[in-house]
């Protein structure tokens, strides 16, 4: 028998943490609300609905951060540079996307350790992004 107390604690996902799939969505909706807007980032975007774009980057995240692996499964491997490569991210763009981003997670009332923590991977992941200089 396993008298450790701690034996019996579950261990959470972030994504389970921060309210799970609806956060994500809620996220990523309102991300895609600023972008349908931003003369810059927009065109980006070639898809007439970005219905499908909101779909991969919710699922994308969700998985990321410990919910359903729904992402893999359909696509594969993220590639996120390679798939942002046709288009030219330079630090206009990277700012823009941040804007938003901000504006959208700003919206969820996040725990604070939670906000920072996921403000710290949006961050880092748009920095990323950058290839082109500007």
């Given amino acids: 028998m396993n008298d450790d107390p701690q034996s019996n604690v579950q261990e959470t996902t972030f994504f389970e943490q921060v309210g799970g799939e609806a956060t994500f969505r809620r996220l990523v909706h309102r991300f895609y609300q600023g972008v349908a807007e ?3 980032l927009r065109p980006m975007y070639p898809e007439g609905d970005l ?4 779909e991969r980057f919710a699922l994308f995240l969700m998985q990321y951060w410990g919910g359903p692996g729904t ?3 359909n ?3 993220p590639r996120l540079r390679m798939r942002h490569a046709p288009f030219q991210v330079d630090s206009a763009a990277h700012d823009a996307w941040l804007k938003h981003m901000r504006e959208a997670l700003d919206e969820l009332g996040l725990a ?3 906000e920072a923590q996921l403000w710290r991977y949006l961050t880092y992941a748009a920095a990323s992004m950058i290839n082109t200089a500007g």
């Fill in 75 to 77: 696509r594969g491997h």
């Fill in 38 to 40: 931003d003369p810059l």
């Fill in 112 to 114: 604070p350790e939670h």
């Fill in 71 to 73: 992402y893999s499964e």
């Fill in 51 to 54: 219905g499908p774009a909101e």
